[in-house]
Nanobody
């Protein structure tokens, strides 16, 4: 089992920045891919960015150039630096970690609201 705890959400004005963090505990040795997803009201959950244990990174087109994903394997942490935030980035952001056996674990979600 892997437990995930997210932090860093909040309210920010358009053009502002936020940094999300997700810390894993438990059987962290089994983790391969770490990532962030988001779900806006009335929409499906979508991938924001992911990073594999080999540092292969996948980023959604809608956030390319604005969001940066990184991981710290020594601290079992994945971070999402979000810059130049737009109102359409408003959503609940979820951390997801996948094991080598393709078992998925999700965080509880953290609200990000971009509004003036």
């Amino acid at each position: 089992q892997v437990q995930l705890v997210e932090s860093g959400g909040g309210l920010v004005q358009p053009g502002g920045s936020l940094r999300l963090s997700c810390v894993a505990s438990g059987n962290t040795f089994s983790i391969n891919v770490m990532g962030w997803y988001r779900q806006a009201p009335g929409k499906q959950r979508e991938l924001v960015a992911s990073i594999s244990s080999g540092d292969n990174i996948n980023v959604a087109d809608s956030v390319k150039g604005r969001f940066t994903i990184s991981r710290d394997n020594t601290r079992n942490t994945v971070n999402l630096q979000m810059n130049s935030l737009k109102p359409e980035d408003t959503a609940v952001y979820y951390c997801k970690m996948s094991t080598w056996l393709n078992i998925n674990y999700w965080g509880q979600g953290t609200q990000v609201t971009v509004s003036s």
